[in-house]
């Protein structure tokens, strides 16, 4: 396996775990936590252990009854991080998510999305297949430099000799 787990715990309905990278050592942070909306009893469960973490929902539900859950996912990395550090960058980020709700979150994605297409859409008159892969690049772009941290488009998925012992 890539990543080792160095610590994982859940508590209500977050579960966090604490990673290391085993070749460069390269320290992740990724958490879950989730809103749920529901009417009735339920059931609710989180785990974490090792590198797996769950969420375990149990509800008796009528038909039509609605059940509305939210998952709010959060991670942090760093060479070199603090203990603890990067577990605690997880956990505000989650405890925000949950302030603002998903509502939020969507609108302001939304936005940046949409000023994304504004500034760096590019039209191609004729062959619309490569007008459908120019945008599809584009995309890539957009998700790649979304957390660039102003660094430009990050190396992900960018693994081999070379890349700063990342595999």
Same mark, same amino acid.
């Given at each position: 396996? #890539? @990543? ?10 977050? +579960? ?19 809103? %749920?909306?529901?009417?009735?009893? @339920? ?11 769950? @969420?375990?929902?149990? +509800? ?6 609605? @059940?509305?859950?939210?998952?709010? #996912?959060?991670?942090? !990395? +760093? ?10 960058? #997880? *956990? ?11 509502? %939020? %979150?969507?609108?302001? =994605? ?6 994304? !297409?504004?500034?760096? *859409? %590019?039209?191609? *008159?004729?062959?619309? *297949? ?13 998700? +790649? ?20 012992? =990342?595999?």
């Amino acid at each position: 396996k #890539v @990543l080792v787990p160095l610590d994982a715990r859940s508590h209500d309905q977050r +579960a966090v775990l604490h990673m290391t990278t085993r070749n460069s050592g390269l320290e992740l942070g990724c958490g879950m936590d989730h809103a %749920i909306d529901f009417a009735g009893e @339920l059931s609710v469960e989180a785990d974490a252990e090792g590198d797996g973490a769950k @969420l375990v929902v149990l +509800a008796d539900l009528e038909p039509e009854q609605p @059940l509305r859950l939210s998952k709010y #996912v959060a991670y942090h !990395w +760093a060479a070199n991080a603090p203990a603890g550090d990067l577990v605690a960058r #997880v *956990d505000r980020t989650l405890d925000r998510a949950a302030l603002d709700g998903y509502d %939020i %979150i969507e609108f302001e =994605h939304r936005r940046h999305v949409e000023d994304f !297409w504004a500034r760096s *859409d %590019i039209q191609l *008159d004729g062959a619309p *297949d490569l007008q459908q892969a120019v945008r599809f690049n584009l995309f890539e772009l957009m998700q +790649a430099t979304a957390r660039g941290e102003g660094l430009g488009v990050p190396a992900k998925g960018v693994t081999g000799h070379g890349h700063e012992g =990342h595999y």
